[in-house]
């Protein structure tokens, strides 16, 4: 029961009627034009020391559309108040626009209901909510699988959780495609009737490669294993459909996905979220504190104490909008498109070895890959990326926060290009060039 | 400032060919130090003779300004007293800090001047400080552990 001071949302929205709104949105594809895409991103008319910006680091966080931050100008100038408590007309406005903006995320994704999208600040602490909530129930000699190819943010939440626990952290290997050694894992019954949570990358934020989450989704669930999914490279780049996916959790970020900073998402099917406990303690999240104790509000308000990123809420649905406008399928086409004519374009300089799957089948728009001197040497990452800025090109140079994964193939850190929909093929030409030059530069042939 | 001026012939000449590379006996403290947002990583060795350093041996993985900065330290401490060391490295992290602004005294620094230029590029300042700093504290623990 709410009590008065509770939250005043309009606890439940049903997105049956929005989705088909998107659906109608699809009918009529307006043809894809990156020029009239990237006229939205004025970041991208900016010189770099003379040169044209090349931005090819879109993995790493992607540029904001005029409509995005607009929209968050809008809202500090215009509507700001607090959340859900405020008993005045503004407080009623950005209350309507931040639960507005739950709704809109929960269509972006095909989620049932709005009270399956939980905000929080960033992926990482989706995942860490995660970890908290779902490790509460986790016994010693249980089982958590993640995979060898996870960021960072999907490795130490579930090593926390093992530590805390007692439970054994298991994982999927790679094939040196870079694809989920599947075959192996079932060789060496990596999901087993001890496993209870399996938490993997849907695409990888190094290698590209898109991983069978419903293949993975069977195996989990015949063991009766929660699935998490780190969506975080997924849903900028592909419609991610969270109903059919297979997944129980699934988290992302924000800045990814053209919308702002400070913000990322957690959806979960509404049963589960249902039954999970608290992670942070605080306002918004509770029923009835008293001294002696306190109850909880229902999903998914349960997992937001405190004041939430209300803006930033706002820029996101801005962006969801954005996207859903120019279509996700159109822009998965492109993002295809484009890393196809550069994984071409690596092909051909000597020197140059691709991490993870060199053929545009089943991978994402973010390329990783090591570059040698004419004459063999290693040039590490650092001057790749180096050499790449000083021509206006921003390339991504280091372990990505994917350090075991660098281990497993053998090299300690390599240049990542990234793609988006704002990407042209005559930056991946530029991109080509720079690396002809900085391969030439190192080997003192310039 | 061109990138090019960056990389000058020196570091690309100490980058090629390090300085008194690989792990050596004897020696009084070891340590490692590791740039975690690139993973750069340098294992170093000191070894004392009284107060003067007798050797610094290291293995490194990282990029060329972090290489050839450790090389050039190297040369620099070996054969020298202590104090001649971290006075050295006292130079050389100002000359980091200074923006580009510091003009080094290249009587002292010699090869070690030639990473002026990095420090107007403050994402590769920590790359130039790697080894110095390793080398910085490995002294302070033969210290603490004489002491």
Same mark, same amino acid.
């Given at each position: 029961m709410v009590l008065d001071g509770g939250p005043e949302y309009p606890v439940t929205t049903d997105l049956s009627d929005a989705a088909a709104g998107s659906l109608a949105l699809a009918e009529e594809p307006i043809a894809f034009d990156v020029e009239a895409i990237r006229a939205d991103f004025p970041i991208l008319e900016r010189m770099v020391d003379g040169s044209p910006l090349i931005y090819l680091d879109s993995a790493n966080s992607s540029q904001k559309p005029r409509v995005v931050v607009e929209a968050i100008e809008d809202h500090y100038l215009n509507h700001n108040a607090n959340v859900?408590?405020?008993?005045?007309v503004l407080g009623a406005e950005a209350t309507e626009a931040f639960e507005g903006a739950r709704a809109q995320l929960g269509q972006f994704i095909n989620a049932?209901?709005?009270?399956e999208v939980v905000f929080t600040k960033n992926a990482s602490e989706a995942l860490n909510l995660c970890a908290y909530t779902l490790g509460a129930s986790l016994r010693p000699g249980d089982e958590i699988v993640i995979s060898v190819m996870e960021h960072h943010s999907n490795i130490v939440p579930w090593q926390l959780l093992a530590q805390r626990t007692g439970a054994v952290l298991r994982w999927f290997d790679v094939t040196d495609e870079g694809r989920l050694d599947l075959d192996k894992a079932a060789a060496e019954g990596l999901v087993n009737e001890r496993t209870k949570i399996v938490s993997v990358a849907y695409v990888s934020n190094v290698l590209g490669t898109i991983n069978p989450i419903s293949q993975i989704a069977a195996l989990g669930h015949a063991v009766g294993a929660t699935l998490v999914v780190d969506a975080s490279q997924a849903v900028p780049q592909l419609a991610v459909n969270v109903a059919d996916l297979g997944a129980d959790l699934v988290a992302f970020t924000g800045?990814?996905?053209?919308g702002p900073t400070g913000i990322g998402v957690l959806w979960g099917r509404y049963d589960l979220l249902a039954v999970l406990p608290p992670f942070l303690g605080g306002?918004?999240?509770? @029923?009835v504190v008293t001294m002696a104790g306190s109850t909880y509000a229902p999903p998914p308000h349960r997992? @937001?104490?405190?004041?939430?990123?209300i803006a930033q809420a706002v820029g996101l649905a801005a962006a969801a909008q954005y996207l859903s406008a120019i279509g996700m399928d159109q822009i998965t086409a492109h993002e295809h498109d484009i890393t196809a004519y550069a994984l071409e374009g690596l092909r051909g300089l000597r020197g140059l070895k691709v991490l993870g799957p060199d053929q545009p089948v089943a991978r994402g728009g973010a390329v990783s890959f090591t570059l040698t001197t004419p004459d063999g040497q290693p040039i590490h990452p650092h001057d790749v990326s180096h050499l790449l800025d000083s021509r206006g090109i921003a390339v991504r140079g280091g372990h990505h926060c994917a350090r075991p994964l660098h281990e497993r193939f053998g090299v300690q850190s390599s240049t990542r290009a990234s793609f988006y929909l704002y990407t042209t093929r005559a930056e991946i030409d530029a991109l080509i060039e720079g690396l002809e030059y900085t391969s030439a530069f190192f080997g003192g042939l310039r | 400032m061109k990138v090019e001026d960056l990389y000058q012939e020196i570091i690309l000449d100490h980058y090629r060919s390090k300085h008194h590379s690989g792990l050596r006996e004897p020696y009084e403290a070891e340590v490692h130090h590791v740039n975690p947002t690139c993973g750069d990583e340098v294992w170093l060795r000191v070894h004392m003779v009284g107060d003067t350093v007798s050797d610094v041996s290291y293995e490194s993985m990282g990029c060329s300004i972090s290489q050839a900065s450790t090389s050039v330290m190297t040369d620099l401490v070996i054969g020298h007293d202590v104090a001649h060391g971290l006075g050295l490295y006292e130079e050389f992290l100002t000359m980091m800090q200074g923006k580009g602004q510091i003009e080094p005294d290249e009587d002292r620094l010699e090869d070690g001047v030639a990473f002026a230029g990095v420090a107007k590029f403050p994402a590769r300042v920590k790359c130039a400080l790697l080894g110095w700093s390793a080398f910085k504290d490995a002294v302070a623990r033969t210290q603490s552990a004489s002491s």
């Open positions: 859900a408590r405020a008993m005045h049932r209901s709005s009270e800045h990814k996905m053209v306002g918004e999240m509770i @029923e997992f @937001e104490a405190g004041t939430p990123p | -």
